[in-house]
């Protein structure tokens, strides 16, 4: 039993092809790719000496994130994270965006090898940071 | 869809006459080489058929050549059986900073044992500079391993010369010559190389076999202890046909190593050219002429390697990238890192290494097919301000 998941923890990281065809999808197609230039919000998560940075800018309306746009540095997998994460919150309230975890883009995308897990973590720090740079401009605003 | 391979510095596909020669070994000559009976016999006289092959190619005697598990095995032999057998002389190792993992991990893990090591800088090429060497041994000096030639950038180290210090010092000097033998001429006793790694699977034979050339003269403790084979140097029953293998694959790479030399570096500057002519902010890595014939290292600036190596996997092609995307903060190649390549430009390198099968169309289908992957990343990257994605996709 244990042997078995030890094989299946080699076979996920040997290989490209052992992306799901939904990563290799959006590594391809990747969705809402750009910048908004009058955005709301902007967020950057890692830098680029790491090989892996992910810029979200978001159009917000109403508390919704009525537009969302990505740019990354970095992998395939980071890439598609970057992709899948924006279909998962963009016409979402803020509150319900904040909830969308790594774990949820891991299962959007059918699974990623372990050695990418920590790929994941990058676009929900970069999501976070852009609805943080969103609220604070409203308060600054509002004062 | 087609498929190119171009990653023989990986590893190379096992040549049809190589497999032929030992099929025979995996079939009814079974025998263990060191049995006194008919099958022993048939098993001894191939090893030694072998390492006659092996030590012809290097300009080394039978004698002088060990067979073993693999190249990896064959550094570690080098390496920790001169450091241990030398222990009473001294405690100091002289290495490039530019290593294999297999050399540069094994003198790390001697430094925990109370080992003291120089690792040399490089020039930009990734040189090692003799003289560098010469002010690096010390009197506690056991050993100097420098690599023959780089296996991520391919530039071939100052050899002759750095045998010649090593002489003069009186201290063995060990190569990683993985990536060089079949690849480029080499004679031990004209380059005053005392001990030298090499390994099948890179020149067309088989994997899981490698050799180490040991001068006669020069002491090592073995890695493994037990029986009596290869003269006591590494006990273990022979990997019959692998050694076969390994000498076949051997023989026929220095049979036509000028001319394929020769045509593979055409092909490589071929490749170069066509990306540099039709890709911006393109950079080589490495030693532009003192060069592996087929190796070719460039950084496309913008992008992450990764992504360009799954962007020519889903294309058919196949290279690889000293950058690997596999833990929260992914280090880039130290190769190229200690060569003053900037972090990000380390970061998108490609290694291309060319082959026996690969030929100036399989060239001319990757000028072709990576210009518009490259575009499309740089599109994607938050690096650099470039026309957005759909502008780039619906140009194309």
């Known amino acids: ?143 | 869809m087609k498929r190119i391979y171009m990653d023989h510095n990986a590893t190379t596909p096992l040549r049809e006459a190589v497999l032929e020669t030992m099929l025979p070994y995996l079939r009814d000559q079974f025998g263990n080489a060191s049995s006194l009976h008919f099958f022993g016999m048939q098993a001894r006289a191939a090893i030694e058929a072998a390492r006659e092959q092996v030590a012809t190619a290097l300009g080394a005697q039978p004698d002088e050549i060990v067979f073993t598990g693999c190249g990896t095995e064959s550094d570690n032999q080098a390496i920790k059986g001169v450091a241990w057998a030398n222990r009473d002389r001294g405690n100091h190792i002289v290495t490039s900073s530019i290593e294999h993992k297999a050399v540069m991990e094994t003198c790390r893990y001697l430094e925990a044992q109370g080992f003291q090591v120089t690792y040399l800088p490089v020039d930009r090429y990734g040189m090692v500079s003799p003289d560098a060497v010469a002010g690096a041994i010390t009197d506690r000096t056991v050993l100097v391993s420098v690599m023959f030639a780089n296996n991520e950038v391919g530039t071939i180290q100052p050899i002759a010369e750095i045998g010649q210090v090593c002489r003069e010092r009186g201290v063995t000097f060990h190569t990683d010559a993985i990536q060089a033998v079949g690849k480029l001429p080499i004679d031990v006793t004209d380059l005053g190389v005392d001990m030298l790694s090499l390994s099948a699977h890179k020149l067309y034979g088989p994997k899981g076999v490698g050799a180490l050339y040991v001068r006669e003269g020069v002491h090592a403790d073995p890695l493994l202890h037990g029986g009596q084979q290869e003269g006591r140097r590494r006990a273990a029953t022979e990997n019959v046909a692998g050694i076969v293998g390994l000498g076949k694959a051997t023989e026929l790479q220095v049979e036509d190593m000028a001319s394929e030399a020769e045509r593979l570096t055409a092909l490589r500057e071929r490749l170069y050219a066509g990306l540099a002519a039709r890709i911006d902010h393109v950079h080589r890595n490495g030693h532009p002429t003192r060069c592996l014939p087929g190796t070719l290292d460039v950084s496309f600036e913008y992008v992450e390697g990764e992504a360009i190596i799954l962007g020519l996997d889903l294309a058919g092609v196949a290279v690889s990238s000293g950058s690997a995307c596999t833990s929260a903060s992914p280090e880039p190649s130290h190769v190229l890192l200690a060569m003053g390549v900037e972090p990000t430009s380390a970061q998108g390198s490609v290694r291309f290494s060319l082959g026996h099968e690969n030929t100036a169309a399989d060239v001319d289908y990757v000028v072709e097919t990576l210009p518009p992957i490259i575009e499309r990343l740089r599109a994607m990257s938050v690096l650099t301000p470039q026309p957005s994605f759909h502008e780039t996709a619906s140009a194309q």
Do not use: W
């Open chain 1, 1 to 143: 039993m244990t042997l078995k998941t030890h094989i299946g923890g080699y076979q996920k990281v040997t290989g490209f092809g052992f992306y799901s065809d939904k990563v290799i999808d959006h590594f391809q197609n990747p969705r809402n790719v750009g910048k908004i230039e009058d955005a709301d919000g902007v967020g950057v998560a890692g830098s680029e000496s790491c090989g892996d940075m992910v810029q979200i800018t978001i159009k917000v309306r109403d508390d919704r994130i009525e537009d969302v746009k990505f740019k990354t540095y970095g992998c395939g997998a980071a890439i598609a994270i970057s992709s899948i994460a924006t279909e998962l919150i963009k016409g979402e309230m803020l509150e319900d965006a904040l909830q969308v975890s790594n774990q949820d883009v891991v299962e959007a995308l059918a699974g990623l090898p372990p050695v990418k897990m920590h790929c994941s973590l990058l676009a929900e720090e970069a999501i976070k940071a852009a609805i943080a740079d969103y609220q604070n401009r409203m308060r600054n605003d509002t004062r």
